[in-house]
């Protein structure tokens, strides 16, 4: 018996720098307002006893030093809140590694001397339901009608092509619209279905690989414990 995986794999936060956006107008504000102190400073020193300076204008620029400070501060938070949302989005991708799941997704590959299988489903009855499979070119291949009750249905495709031959191996795209008794659309959705096998941080969110194939996080309809295969 081959026992599915399951274990998690920690995941490495990456060090804190202080190469963030809000750090750099950090320190360009406390740079600026040293600058500012200091021509204060010297105006103070030098003004004339019997005319001296307009301290309004003083406390409108400390105000919007203030200001700067306050919104420099915010950005900082919410870069924070978004770091911490994203190592969360990645542990909890790993979880997935060895589970099965299902998600919304067209591509499917085709290997040689086996089928490519989806799932879709039709929210009501349709008398017409046209199923189309195109390549990667997005050149069509194969193309069948059918109809089917209402729910989900399973689509398996041995790489039989239109015009008589076998599709070669590679990735596929399944299309699927359907109508109803009066020609109105119905609505349909295509999902794909596997085991997860690893997990893609390059991108956020991060990216599920299944069979191969890349599958967004957000698309997952479905998850369950792999189930165990004979040797």
């Known amino acids: 018996m081959l026992e599915a995986v399951s274990n998690t794999v920690p995941v490495a936060q ?13 320190q360009a504000a406390d740079d600026n307002f040293d600058l500012f102190l200091s021509l ?4 103070l020193q030098n003004q004339d006893p019997l005319d001296p300076m307009d301290t309004s204008e003083m406390t409108s620029q400390l105000v919007q ?10 950005n900082s938070n919410l870069e924070k809140l978004i770091a911490l949302t994203d190592s969360q989005s990645s542990d909890n991708a790993v979880q997935y590694i060895g589970k099965d799941i299902e998600a919304l997704s067209t591509a499917r590959t085709l290997t ?13 009855k349709s ?4 199923i189309s499979i195109v390549d990667s070119t997005g050149a069509a291949v194969y193309k069948e009608t059918r109809s089917e009750e209402a729910g989900t249905h399973d689509f398996s495709w041995d790489g039989s092509t239109d015009d008589g031959g076998t599709a070669s191996e590679g990735t596929y795209f ?10 109105e659309p119905v609505n349909t959705d295509v ?10 941080f390059t991108a956020s969110p991060p990216i599920l690989m299944v069979d191969g194939l890349p599958v967004s996080l957000t698309s997952v309809t479905a998850v369950s414990q792999a ?3 004979d040797a």
């Open 14 to 26: 990456a060090p804190t720098t202080d190469t963030s956006a809000s750090a750099s107008a950090q």
């Open 40 to 43: 204060l400073t010297t105006q």
């Open 127 to 130: 008398p017409e339901i046209t």
């Open 65 to 74: 030093f203030t200001s700067v400070e306050q919104t420099i501060a915010t």
């Open 112 to 124: 040689e001397g086996e089928t490519a299988e989806w799932r879709f489903s039709v929210a009501e």
């Open 191 to 200: 999902r794909t279905f596997g085991t997860v096998d690893s997990v893609d």
């Open 227 to 229: 189930k165990e295969e």
């Open 174 to 183: 399944l299309a699927v619209t359907a109508t109803d008794a009066d020609g």
